[in-house]
């Protein structure tokens, strides 16, 4: 995991929160933030154009172009052949994890500036109760204005970065890590793939099936990404000061605000985000909303699940991701998949 987070939000995610709300009037919030919201539905028909009119376009370009193009802004090479090459490869490897001869839905993506999230979480607890999809070009300004504006004596708000979104095609920010690339690419297509099983449209249940979705995907990436010849150009180790410097804060302000302590536990994450940036990081805010969307990514320091655990015991009886994919894609609540974990250790 790298020390300046990329976080990736899928899909489903604002699907949940659209079908939340539609049967009322837009709030306060959604007024807002209705200008800056991002438009999923002319997203798709401009990417579904570009895929179209690329399909037939060939590519002659290896890894060392890809490691290339992502280095530098000048390199001649166009998006689209990238894409193609990294769509070939990343198809071979899952359709080997997975014992399949075609792949449905085909990994399919473009490399462009993926939006940005609003994350809203209760000042005294944190959970994540609303994800607002918003353009990717907002200035500072206006991002510290809506945060300013939503944040008061009950929420607790802020705006984020993302790395990649699950729309179809899924949208891949620019990365200069051919590894994150991959990985990215291999993550948001295994969403496109789990909506059509009850695991991944368990996404809209939020909580824990969120968290559970998203490390499998973690995951599997990892697995996938592992046997390309992108791991032989670059080996990305997991931050360990930031890993512990963030779950450290996560567990402290857990614990304040299990006390009552909220004012205590906004003013020790105002002083840590200080500290962690006096490291040498560049972390805007950390609050609330900041460890409810961190906090649904189990290999994330900001989270306390232990899915992330339980999943790489799992995968130890099985011999490929595919297999454990298989024999939990039909779980649709964390319970089932406690009690599903459970007895495969029994078993062992």
Avoid at 145 to 157: Q, R, V
Avoid at 183 to 203: C, D, I, Q
Avoid at 214 to 242: G, H, P
Wanted: aromatic share 12%; with cysteine; charged share 25%.
């Amino acid at each position: 995991m790298y020390h300046k987070i990329t976080l990736s939000l899928c899909i489903f995610i604002l699907i949940f929160f659209i079908n939340f709300n539609h049967s009322y009037k837009p709030t306060y919030l959604e007024e807002l933030v209705a200008e800056h919201k991002f438009n999923i539905m002319k997203w798709e028909l401009k990417s579904l154009s570009l895929k179209l009119l690329n399909i037939f376009k060939a590519h002659s370009i290896n890894e060392s172009d890809v490691i290339i193009y992502l280095d530098r802004e000048d390199s001649g090479i166009r998006s689209y052949e990238i894409e193609k090459f990294v769509e070939e490869i990343i198809s071979n490897e899952v359709k080997q994890n997975l014992k399949k001869e075609i792949l449905f839905p085909p990994v399919s993506f473009i490399i462009h500036e993926s939006p940005k999230v609003l994350i809203l979480s209760p000042r005294d607890e944190i959970i994540l109760e609303k994800a607002i999809l918003l353009k990717p070009d907002l200035s500072l300004e206006i991002i510290l204005d809506i945060e300013e504006k939503i944040s008061n004596k009950e929420y607790s708000a802020l705006i984020l970065n993302t790395g990649g979104f699950a729309s179809y095609p899924s949208i891949v920010q620019r990365h200069n890590s051919y590894s994150h690339l991959t990985k990215t690419v291999a993550h948001e297509w295994l969403h496109h793939y789990l909506f059509f099983f009850p695991l991944g449209r368990s996404y809209f249940s939020g909580r824990e099936m969120v968290t559970l979705n998203e490390s499998l995907a973690d995951l599997f990436a990892s697995e996938v990404s592992k046997n390309l010849l992108s791991d032989k150009y670059e080996k990305v180790n997991q931050d360990k000061r930031f890993f512990n410097f963030m779950r450290e804060t996560r567990i402290k302000v857990d614990d304040l605000l299990a006390k009552g302590l909220v004012f205590e536990a906004e003013e020790y994450m105002f002083n840590r985000t200080k500290e962690i940036n006096q490291l040498g990081y560049n972390i805007r805010k950390i609050n609330q909303a900041y460890f409810a969307f961190n906090g649904n990514y189990a290999l994330s320091p900001g989270s306390l699940s232990e899915i992330d655990d339980y999943l790489i015991e799992l995968r130890k009886n099985y011999s490929s991701y595919g297999e454990l994919i298989h024999d939990i894609k039909s779980i649709d609540n964390i319970e089932v998949f406690n009690e599903f974990y459970e007895n495969k250790l029994q078993k062992k």
